[in-house]
C-alpha cells in the first residue's frame, strides 16, 4: 500500500475539514522593501524596557522547563488586579483558552454561540471539538444581546463574547453583559474575551471581572498580545470560578507557558508607567486618525480599541480592495476583512506618529481621485 492510499484512509474527525484555517494579518515586506505593520493590532511601543531586560537574564535557563503552574505569574496578576491567583488559568495566548474551553466542555452535537462579526477564532475551535458554531446578528456592528438570547438553544454550551469586539472596536456596556448572562441558562459558559480592555476608557465598561465574582458559568480571558506587547511570545490568561479553573488545568498542557513569556509577563504587569504611556499614545492618535479618515470621505466605525474599522464605498476603483491594494503599494499593510463577512472595510492599527501620518497621506490622494 502507497503513502497516498494510506493517507486517503485516515479520515479526520467530523466537522474538521470544515474549519477555515486562520490567517493573520500580513507581515514582511513589499517589493523588498521594509513595510508599515498594521494589520494585526500590535502594540506599536512594543514591550516594555524591563520585560526586554527580563527576559535576557533568563536566556541561559531555557535548558530548564518552566514552571507547569505559571505560580509566580499568577501571583503576579492577582497582586495586579486583587484577583485569586488560584482562579486564574495561563496559557499560550487567549487562543489556547478558547481551545481549552471547548476541549473541557463541547463535543459533537453541541452548538457554540458568538455574534456575527466575532473573532474568527471561535468557529475553529468549535468545529475543532466537533461542536457546530452560531452565530446572531449584529446592530450598528456591535454585539445585540437579545439576538444572542435569541439563538441559545438546549445544545448551546458556550457563548463567546469579545468585549471590545475585534474586528469593529465596538463593545457593550457592563449592564448589557449582566442582561445577557441573566438571559442564559445556568449550564452555559458565557466568555467574556475581553483582549482589548486596557484601551477602554468608557465609564460604563467593565471587563468581566465582577461578573464572574458574581456567577460560576461566566469566564473572562485576557492577553498579553495587545496593550503588553508581548505577541510574540504568546501569553494570554483566564478568570473563572474554581470549578472551571480546575477543568481547563486538567485539559491543558503541562508546561504551556514557556518561561520567557512567564517572565516577561511579571515584569509587563510592573511597569505600569509604560502600559500608561502605551494606552495614552493610543487614545490620542486613534482619534487623530478617525478624524483625518472622515475628513476625506471615509466611514469609520466608534472604536474603542487599537485600531479602526473603516469602510470604503462599493465604487469601483474606490472599493476596500482597491484601498488595499494602494496601501500595500505604498508599504503599509492593513487587514482585509472579507473573512469576516465585511468585504466593504479594511481594519488598521492605530501606529506609531509617522506609520498614522503616512496612512493619510496614502489615502487622500486615493480618495481624491
Known sequence: MTSADISASLVPRPGVMDIAPYV????????????????????PLGPSPRAVAAVETIASQVHRYPDGGSTDLRAALGAHYGLDPSLLVCANGSDEIFQLVCRGYVGEGDEVLYSEHGF??????????????????????TANVDAL????????????????NNPTGTYLPEAEIVRLRAGL?????????????????????????????????????????KIYGLAGLRLGWAYCSAPVADVLNRVRGPFNVTLAAQTAGIEALHDVA???RARSHNEHWR????????????????????????????????????????????GILVRAMDAYGLPDCLRITIGLEDDNLAVVRALTPFMAN
Open 24 to 43: 493573520g494579518g500580513r507581515s514582511g515586506d513589499v517589493g523588498g522593501n521594509p513595510v508599515i505593520k498594521l494589520s494585526s493590532n500590535e502594540s
Open 120 to 141: 474568527l477564532m471561535y468557529p475553529i475551535v468549535a468545529r475543532a471539538a466537533g461542536a457546530t458554531p452560531v452565530t446572531a446578528p449584529e446592530t450598528k456592528l
Open 149 to 164: 438570547l435569541a439563538q441559545v438553544s438546549a445544545r448551546t454550551k458556550v457563548v463567546f463574547l469579545a468585549n471590545p
Open 185 to 225: 441558562p445556568e449550564g452555559v459558559l458565557l466568555v467574556i474575551d475581553a483582549a482589548y480592555a486596557e484601551y477602554v476608557m468608557q465609564n460604563d465598561y467593565e471587563p468581566g471581572i465582577r461578573l464572574v465574582n458574581d456567577a460560576g458559568n461566566v469566564m473572562m480571558t485576557r492577553t498579553f498580545s
Open 274 to 276: 509604560f502600559m500608561d
Open 287 to 330: 482619534d487623530w486618525l478617525k478624524d483625518q479618515l472622515v475628513a476625506i470621505g471615509l466611514e469609520i466605525v466608534p472604536s474603542v480599541a487599537n485600531f479602526l474599522l473603516v469602510r470604503f464605498s462599493g465604487d469601483r476603483g474606490k472599493d476596500a480592495k482597491s484601498a488595499d491594494a494602494h496601501l500595500s503599494s505604498q
